[in-house]
């Protein structure tokens, strides 16, 4: 069954630098997102992305963050310059254009990021 | 914006029914889901529910929504030890893709 994979799975990062968050999104998949889940809060929304382009940004995903589809297979979430309160599990996810509209998007299992 | 609420924790024996809450704030949904994640795991759709209807019956899941009260369940007929997992309730935003997420409520099944 087609996945989402996510690498790495974790990663200990000092404050103030650069990160890099991967994914493989399901190959037939147009849209993609990045959620994130800070330890015992809830699963928020960062970003989607189609065409090449963000379709939508929360609030949280201010300058440092950045979303880039650099081939054909992956698709990366940059945190620019990290801070604490950064720490979280990130989650990609992919859909069709039939999940985008029902809800069935297809997560990975998280990259969990942690700032010292 | 957009808030959803769920109890964290739920126990229950196996064989018997788990029934999981959630409410939402946002009278103009129109799509809302139970996500499911296993340890280690993304978070996999276990069903969802079209806003014009009351129940949705999938094998031994039952979705219950209250509309007027903005109330939403999941129902777990004959729980299994393997159904222990953390359940997210969601609702989507007014942007195709955007998901608001409850905290989700940890199921432990008791043998």
């Known amino acids: 069954e087609p996945e989402v994979t996510q690498t790495p799975s974790h990663q200990v990062t000092q404050m103030g630098q650069e990160v890099i968050l991967r994914c493989v999104p399901i190959?037939?998949?147009?849209?993609f997102y990045w959620y994130r889940q800070i330890l015992g809060q809830k699963v928020e929304f960062l970003v989607s992305f189609y065409n090449n382009e963000i379709s939508e940004k929360s609030e949280i995903f201010d300058d440092q963050f950045s979303v880039e589809r650099p081939d054909g297979s992956n698709f990366t979430l940059k945190i620019r310059s990290t801070k604490l309160e950064d720490s979280a599990m990130y989650f990609c996810a992919s859909s069709d254009i039939t999940g985008t509209n029902t809800g069935e998007l297809f997560f990975g299992e998280g990259s969990r990021l942690t700032v010292l | 914006g957009e808030d959803v609420e769920q109890s964290l924790f739920l126990s229950v024996r196996e064989g018997d029914s788990s029934v999981i809450n959630c409410t939402y704030t946002d009278s103009s949904s129109t799509y809302l889901y139970w996500y499911k994640q296993e340890p280690g795991a993304g978070l996999q759709l276990l069903t969802y529910?079209?806003?014009?209807?009351d129940m949705k019956q999938d094998q031994r899941l039952t979705v219950l929504l209250n509309k007027k009260d903005k109330h939403l369940s999941l129902r777990i007929a004959d729980t299994q030890t393997g159904d222990s997992a953390i359940y997210f309730c969601a609702d989507r935003g007014s942007t195709l893709g955007r998901l608001y997420f409850g905290r989700g409520t940890q199921l432990t099944v008791w043998p």
């Open positions: 190959s037939n998949h147009l849209y």
């Open positions: 529910i079209f806003s014009n209807m």
